[in-house]
Structures are given as structure tokens and as C-alpha cells.
């Protein structure tokens, strides 16, 4: 341990008392809410104080050296950010058996006091507003696993069918901090990313973006990558494995070429050439209903994982086993691509509003089997979704307590409500143009649920007011109704 001190979290309190009456009411108020108890830890991680909004993150440059012998992590994160307002104090996040080696800022050791997850930041100077500076932060220790991935989040250590080593990554919900050190709210995006991995010599990693360069030595490679978007942090991920590459592009209708690249086992390189050509179906299929590909710079990926999928950003997660569905897709290709487009480019601000990134996303499912199959079996495939709906709890949720869904209504009662505005709207015609403007006027960027209903409702010249109010915040659904 080097370089910061800790600090008596009951002075803190006796000279912050504003901290410790913000938490009691967050508490009181959120105690039991739609099956779900809020935590002290729940408000840390959810909420917008003062510590989170007085600063905007810039970039993140992440180096992380992987063990797998011992399924252990250290790493750097240097935290470029731009000061909002002046401030001696900031709220990073990093789960509490992770160990902070130093933070410093501008070389000098800073201190710190860690509070469950969150870790708050003191400076002995006031950080003067609209003024830029870098956080580095040294860190190690065994990061949580994941035990039932993608829903639980952290580590999947394993082996692949020839004993080498298959390690991945998935985090929504859970967050980013529970591997690396970062302002973990959704709100919040760095405008790029760096994420350079050191693996053992034999293995390969692959991350979000661009690949820059490689090297080796005698014991690890290190592999260095970049992301030219802002990402949102559960995105930001790694896989490693002896991967083989399999490189493709797909043209845009305007003649862009966008890179594609598989990362597969060398026994699954034949059948995915074959299985994976319907990517540039996908592709087309949503460039036409949604706009371009968001991240064409970055391109596009898809990485074999020990589970099922998971829409990280430019390196999708891909464990279906290469197999199809009824209606002749690979279910995860379809959807966690659909996420690249709402949930990656458009972006909610808080996990309450998580409606928004699957809602459209599995709309998207039934506009690839209408645009694949024909209108029939697009409703014959919302029909079958909307057997799923369960009408138990609201699709929003409270904010500013990480809240997490608990069922799969934001998925299934989402998509029947688009559904039902397609219905009531009766023109296909506004109705797509009216989706494709949507994610092309928000095209990375974050949106909430207001934001989205009065786009739609304008671009539609229709008040969408009362199916959104009737399927968000209502428990008692009419799903044959007709508006």
C-alpha cells in the first residue's frame, strides 16, 4: 500500500451533515419499492450528488494485467475529466475487494476515504471550474465472478475445449466498478476510451474498438485498443482466448465500408463464416429502419464467450452456439446488434429508464422478421412475445438508486406497446420515419423517457401521451385495447 491516507468516516459526517440527511430521506423514501429494497450502497452507486455532478468525464485510459493462475487483476486507470463547478471533493467507483494502491492527481498522492463501493476523492486545493485534469488511479486484487452471466455481473474464468484459458467479462447492473475504477453512472459517458490488456503469451484479448498495436515478450502479449466514441461503462470490456480472426466488411447504401471481425475458436472458423454472413442482413435490415451503423469508425465485432450474449459496444458477446431460431436468426446477433443503436448510441440516464434500451431493441427483432419474412410473421412473432407480458410491475422505476428490473416486461410489454403506436398511428410511413429520426436526432447521446415521448409524438402529429402513460407506469394494461 502506497501514497493516501484514510480518512475517519465520522468527522467526514460531523462536518457534512447535508451527506448524512440526503441518505436517510433516499432511504426512507425508496425503503420497499416494486418488490425491490434500496440500500445505503443503492443510493452510493445511483444517485447524482454533488461529488458525481461536479465533474464530467473526459476519457479513460485503462491498462489492466490479467492472472488467470489465480484469478487476479491489477491495473491503472487515468480519469480524464472536466471540472463543472468548483470542488474539493469527487465520488469515483470501485467495488470494496478491489485494493487502491494510490490515486494521485498531477503526481501528488491525494486522499481518500472508501465507503462500501464508492471511493470519495479529497483535494487539498479547490479544483477551480471549466478546468481539466487527470485522476490515476493503481489498483488490484480478484474481481467478483460472475455466477450466472450475463444477468449476474463480473469474471467468467474457464477453459476452452482444449484446456487453454477463456476468460470474458459482462457487468450491466453490477457495474463497470467492479473491475476497474470509474465515475459508474449511466449519465455519465467518457467521450473515448483506451484499454490496453496484458495477457499471458499465448492468448489473445479482444476489447471495444480499433486494435492499435500488439507486442509480446517472453511471458505475456499486450494488446492495445481504442474506442473513438463515448461508450457507457458496463460496455467496456474484455475476452480473452486463442482466438482466430475471420475479417469481413459490409457497404453502407451510401459505399462506406465498415470493418467486420469475428473472433472464434479455430474448430468453429468454418461454420461461422457460413453462420455469421446474416451480420450484413442485420446490418441492412437496420440501417434502413434506424440509421447507419453508430460506431461505423470503431466497426464491428462479434467475440465467442463462454455465455450467451451481451451488446458491448463494437464486440458483441456472442455464446448461441451458432444455432438459429424458428424464424430462421440467430436470436443473439439480432438483438444485442439491435443494442448498438438503442442502448449504445441512445442511452438512458439512469437504470429506471432501462425501458429504452431493450424496449426498441426487441422491437427491433420483429422489424428484421418483417423486413426477412414478411408482416405475417412479424406479428405472429410480437403475438408470441406478448404472451411473455406479465402486467406486475411499472417499466419505469424509481431513479437515483440503481434500480434494477425485475422481470422481463421491459423487453416484451415495451415492444407490444411500440406495437400498439405502429396500430394507432395507421402509416407506416410516419411510423419508420418517425422511429429512424429518433435515432438519428439522439445518435449518441442520453435521452430520458419525456425526451422520447414528446420526439415521437411530434414526429407522428399524433399525442402518444396516453399509450406511453398506460404501459409505462400502469400495472393494469389493457394489452387488446386499441387506441
Given at each position: 500500500?502506497?501514497?493516501?491516507?484514510?480518512?475517519?468516516?465520522?468527522?467526514?459526517?460531523k462536518?457534512?451533515?447535508s451527506?448524512?440527511?440526503?441518505?436517510?430521506?433516499?432511504?426512507?423514501?425508496?425503503?420497499?419499492?416494486?418488490?425491490?429494497i434500496?440500500?445505503?450502497?443503492d443510493s452510493?452507486?445511483?444517485?447524482?450528488?454533488?461529488?458525481?455532478?461536479?465533474?464530467?468525464?473526459n476519457?479513460?485510459?485503462?491498462a489492466?494485467?490479467i492472472?488467470?493462475?489465480?484469478?487476479?487483476?491489477?491495473?491503472?486507470?487515468?480519469?480524464?475529466?472536466?471540472?463543472?463547478?468548483?470542488?474539493?471533493k469527487?465520488?469515483?467507483?470501485?467495488f470494496?475487494?478491489?485494493n487502491i494502491?494510490?490515486?494521485r492527481?498531477?503526481?501528488?498522492?491525494?486522499?481518500?476515504?472508501?465507503?462500501?463501493?464508492?471511493?470519495?476523492?479529497?483535494?487539498?486545493k479547490t479544483?477551480?471550474?471549466?478546468e481539466?485534469y487527470?485522476l490515476?488511479?493503481k489498483?488490484?486484487?480478484?474481481?467478483?465472478?460472475?455466477?450466472?452471466?450475463?444477468?449476474?455481473?463480473g469474471?467468467?474464468?474457464?477453459?476452452?475445449?482444449?484446456k487453454?484459458?477463456?476468460?470474458?467479462?459482462?457487468?450491466?447492473?453490477t457495474?463497470?466498478s467492479?473491475?476497474?475504477?470509474?465515475?459508474?453512472?449511466?449519465?455519465?459517458?467518457?467521450?473515448?476510451a483506451?484499454?490496453?490488456?496484458?495477457?499471458?503469451?499465448?492468448l489473445?484479448?479482444?476489447?471495444?474498438?480499433?486494435?492499435?498495436?500488439?507486442?509480446?515478450n517472453?511471458?505475456?502479449?499486450?494488446?492495445?485498443?481504442?474506442?473513438?466514441?463515448p461508450?457507457n461503462?458496463y460496455?467496456?470490456?474484455?475476452?480473452?482466448?486463442?482466438?482466430?480472426?475471420?475479417?469481413?466488411?459490409f457497404t453502407?447504401?451510401?459505399?462506406?465500408?465498415?470493418?467486420?471481425?469475428?473472433?472464434?475458436?479455430?474448430?468453429?472458423?468454418?461454420?461461422?463464416k457460413?453462420?455469421?454472413q446474416?451480420?450484413?442482413?442485420?446490418?441492412?435490415?437496420?440501417?434502413?429502419?434506424?440509421g447507419?451503423?453508430?460506431?461505423?469508425n470503431?466497426?464491428?465485432?462479434?467475440?465467442?464467450?463462454p455465455?450467451?450474449?451481451?451488446?458491448?459496444?463494437?464486440?458483441?458477446?456472442?455464446?448461441n452456439?451458432?444455432?438459429?431460431?424458428?424464424?430462421?436468426?440467430?436470436?443473439?446477433?439480432?438483438?444485442?446488434?439491435?443494442?448498438?443503436?438503442?442502448?449504445n448510441?441512445?442511452?438512458?440516464?439512469?437504470?429506471?429508464?432501462?425501458?429504452?434500451?431493450?424496449?426498441?431493441?426487441?422491437?427491433?427483432?420483429?422489424?428484421y422478421?418483417?423486413?426477412?419474412?414478411?408482416?405475417k410473421k412479424?406479428?405472429?412473432?410480437l403475438?408470441?412475445?406478448?404472451?411473455?407480458?406479465?402486467?406486475?410491475?411499472?417499466?419505469?422505476?424509481?431513479?437515483?438508486?440503481?434500480?434494477?428490473?425485475?422481470?422481463?416486461?421491459?423487453?416484451?410489454?415495451g415492444?407490444?406497446?411500440?406495437h400498439?403506436?405502429?396500430?394507432k398511428i395507421?402509416?407506416?410511413?410516419?411510423?419508420?420515419?418517425?422511429?429512424?429520426?429518433?435515432a438519428e436526432?439522439?445518435?449518441?447521446?442520453?435521452?430520458?423517457?419525456?425526451?422520447?415521448?414528446?420526439?415521437?409524438?411530434?414526429?407522428t402529429?399524433?399525442?402518444?401521451?396516453?399509450?406511453?402513460?398506460?404501459?409505462?407506469?400502469?400495472t393494469?394494461?389493457?394489452?387488446?385495447?386499441?387506441y
Amino acid at each position: 500500500m502506497e501514497d493516501y491516507q484514510i480518512i475517519n468516516l465520522r468527522s467526514i459526517f460531523k462536518k457534512n451533515r447535508s451527506l448524512v440527511l440526503f441518505f436517510i430521506l433516499t432511504l426512507c423514501s425508496h425503503t420497499i419499492c416494486q418488490s425491490q429494497i434500496f440500500s445505503y450502497q443503492d443510493s452510493l452507486r445511483g444517485s447524482l450528488r454533488e461529488e458525481r455532478t461536479c465533474f464530467d468525464v473526459n476519457y479513460y485510459d485503462l491498462a489492466v494485467n490479467i492472472n488467470p493462475s489465480n484469478q487476479s487483476i491489477s491495473g491503472c486507470n487515468k480519469i480524464y475529466f472536466t471540472t463543472t463547478k468548483a470542488t474539493q471533493k469527487i465520488q469515483i467507483d470501485l467495488f470494496s475487494n478491489l485494493n487502491i494502491i494510490s490515486i494521485r492527481l498531477k503526481n501528488n498522492a491525494v486522499t481518500y476515504i472508501r465507503d462500501k463501493n464508492a471511493v470519495f476523492v479529497y483535494f487539498k486545493k479547490t479544483l477551480q471550474a471549466n478546468e481539466k485534469y487527470c485522476l490515476t488511479i493503481k489498483y488490484d486484487g480478484k474481481p467478483v465472478k460472475a455466477q450466472n452471466p450475463p444477468w449476474d455481473g463480473g469474471f467468467v474464468w474457464t477453459k476452452d475445449s482444449k484446456k487453454q484459458h477463456w476468460i470474458a467479462l459482462a457487468c450491466e447492473g453490477t457495474g463497470a466498478s467492479c473491475w476497474f475504477p470509474n465515475k459508474d453512472h449511466l449519465s455519465d459517458e467518457p467521450d473515448s476510451a483506451s484499454i490496453t490488456v496484458t495477457v499471458p503469451k499465448g492468448l489473445m484479448c479482444v476489447s471495444n474498438g480499433k486494435l492499435r498495436k500488439t507486442s509480446h515478450n517472453n511471458l505475456t502479449s499486450t494488446y492495445y485498443w481504442h474506442v473513438q466514441y463515448p461508450i457507457n461503462n458496463y460496455n467496456i470490456t474484455i475476452n480473452i482466448a486463442n482466438y482466430k480472426t475471420i475479417h469481413d466488411t459490409f457497404t453502407s447504401s451510401d459505399g462506406q465500408k465498415l470493418d467486420l471481425n469475428y473472433y472464434v475458436f479455430e474448430e468453429n472458423l468454418a461454420k461461422a463464416k457460413t453462420h455469421f454472413q446474416q451480420v450484413k442482413t442485420m446490418l441492412q435490415c437496420y440501417e434502413k429502419y434506424f440509421g447507419k451503423y453508430p460506431f461505423y469508425n470503431d466497426g464491428y465485432a462479434l467475440v465467442e464467450t463462454p455465455y450467451w450474449g451481451m451488446e458491448h459496444q463494437s464486440a458483441i458477446a456472442y455464446g448461441n452456439r451458432f444455432k438459429n431460431n424458428e424464424y430462421d436468426f440467430d436470436f443473439i446477433i439480432i438483438h444485442e446488434s439491435g443494442h448498438e443503436w438503442f442502448g449504445n448510441s441512445l442511452s438512458c440516464n439512469d437504470p429506471a429508464e432501462m425501458w429504452i434500451h431493450e424496449s426498441f431493441t426487441t422491437y427491433m427483432e420483429s422489424i428484421y422478421v418483417e423486413e426477412t419474412l414478411g408482416r405475417k410473421k412479424s406479428e405472429e412473432y410480437l403475438e408470441e412475445q406478448s404472451k411473455k407480458i406479465r402486467n406486475k410491475v411499472p417499466l419505469i422505476g424509481p431513479s437515483g438508486v440503481n434500480y434494477q428490473h425485475p422481470d422481463s416486461d421491459i423487453y416484451y410489454k415495451g415492444t407490444w406497446m411500440l406495437h400498439k403506436i405502429r396500430q394507432k398511428i395507421n402509416n407506416d410511413t410516419i411510423w419508420f420515419s418517425a422511429l429512424k429520426s429518433l435515432a438519428e436526432h439522439f445518435k449518441i447521446a442520453n435521452v430520458n423517457t419525456q425526451q422520447i415521448i414528446e420526439w415521437l409524438s411530434t414526429e407522428t402529429r399524433t399525442n402518444l401521451k396516453p399509450i406511453f402513460d398506460d404501459y409505462l407506469y400502469s400495472t393494469n394494461t389493457d394489452l387488446k385495447k386499441d387506441y
